[in-house]
């Protein structure tokens, strides 16, 4: 088994390097806290408002794991509804195409007239974020099953939904962990996204999205930097979960998981 020392050390020595060059920046040209803070003045507005984002990092989290695995679940049935065959793909991937390329900046006003702002508003930004490269890979894996292994399934009478069940979802796992991963970067820009144009504070602190307005109208550019770090863990935390999930499904027949064993 390969050592993971360099997968550490390397980033943790490139992390450093950023901060000491941050921290220089700001000591040589006395940049003004407002534009610039260093990195000790964003750990201590971090430290002062730990309160404020750990809820609204919670609240966050919550959109993320409720937009998230909706758009898991629709894009899953979605997939294989088009992988049925060319006629349904053509019919219905353009009007994919369309609500993927739609702005979402544009998307939000209907959705507030709709449903108000708040939760569910938010959810379905994250959702409309995240079900597209679900959808495409997935789809993606389901119509590229090796044609030999289709013939034999036939050849042994399988029924339609053995051949779906039992060749077509297990040779797609490949292809639906690769766009689980991006939907998992895109979910928490989502939800971020969502309550920034539609969130509320709902008698609390709101979310993250909601925070960045409130802090970024105070001038409070440290709170600023501390809540894109909260954003960032947030999104860590879901990448490395569905990673280590891919993994856990995969490393033992699949090429591209099993060499991290090796």
């Known amino acids: 088994m390969k050592s993971r020392w360099p997968s550490i050390l390397l980033p943790t020595a490139v992390g450093l390097a950023a901060l000491g060059l941050w921290s220089l920046v700001c000591h040589i040209f006395k940049l003004p806290i407002y534009v610039l803070p260093s990195p000790l003045e964003v750990l201590a ?34 997939s294989l ?14 009007y994919l195409m369309a609500l993927q390329m739609t702005p979402i900046i544009v998307v939000t006003p209907i959705l507030l007239i709709w449903f108000g702002s708040g939760l569910v508003s ?37 029924s339609h939904w053995q051949e779906i ?32 144009f539609a969130g509320n504070s709902n008698g609390g602190v709101g979310g993250l999205g909601f925070r960045t307005v ?4 105070q001038l409070k550019t440290p ?6 770090g909260v954003c960032c863990l947030l999104g860590f ?9 891919g993994w856990l499904c995969l490393h033992r027949w699949h090429d591209a998981y099993a060499r991290n064993d090796r």
């Open 45 to 78: 507005a971090a430290r002062d408002e730990r309160a404020v984002l750990i809820e609204a990092g919670l609240n966050t989290a919550l959109v993320t794991l409720l937009g998230f695995p909706l758009a898991v679940i629709v894009s899953a049935g979605l």
């Open 81 to 94: 509804l088009l992988s049925l065959s060319r006629s349904v793909r053509a019919s219905l991937f353009p």
């Open 122 to 158: 938010t959810i379905l930004i994250t959702f409309l974020v995240s079900f597209f490269p679900l959808v495409v890979n997935t789809t993606q894996g389901l119509i590229s099953t090796d044609e030999h292994l289709v013939e034999l399934f036939r050849m042994s009478k399988a």
């Open 165 to 196: 069940l039992l060749l077509r979802v297990p040779a797609a796992l490949p292809y639906f962990f690769t766009g689980l991963r991006i939907s998992a970067i895109l979910a928490p820009i989502g939800a971020v996204a969502g309550d920034f």
């Open 214 to 217: 409130i802090y970024s109208a």
């Open 223 to 228: 709170a600023l930097f501390a809540t894109a």
């Open 237 to 245: 935390v879901l990448v490395s979960a569905v990673y280590w999930l």
